[in-house]
């Protein structure tokens, strides 16, 4: 099975460490990283997709995609 995240949060380390951390658990960068300000706060928004594929699963709407 093919998972997909989308990673988001704001433009500093914590961002980047979000997708070090994500990348060290198997999980693949999937296009571009994106930029964008939010009006509402003020701080420029990071985003970045990533993938994985998990051999001998099956998908279900119910699962928590960072755990796997």
């Known amino acids: 099975m093919k998972l997909y995240r989308l990673l988001t ?3 500093d380390s914590s961002f980047c460490h979000k997708v070090t951390l994500a990348l ?9 990283p994106t930029y964008a300000f ?3 706060t003020g701080i420029m928004q990071c985003g ?6 998990v051999e001998g ?3 279900t709407s119910d ?6």
């Open 9 to 11: 949060g704001p433009d």
């Open 24 to 32: 060290n658990k198997g999980w693949f960068l999937h296009g571009s």
């Open 38 to 40: 939010n009006a509402e």
């Open 48 to 53: 970045q997709a990533v993938y994985k594929e």
């Open 57 to 59: 699963k099956d998908y």
């Open 63 to 68: 699962m928590k995609l960072g755990e796997q």
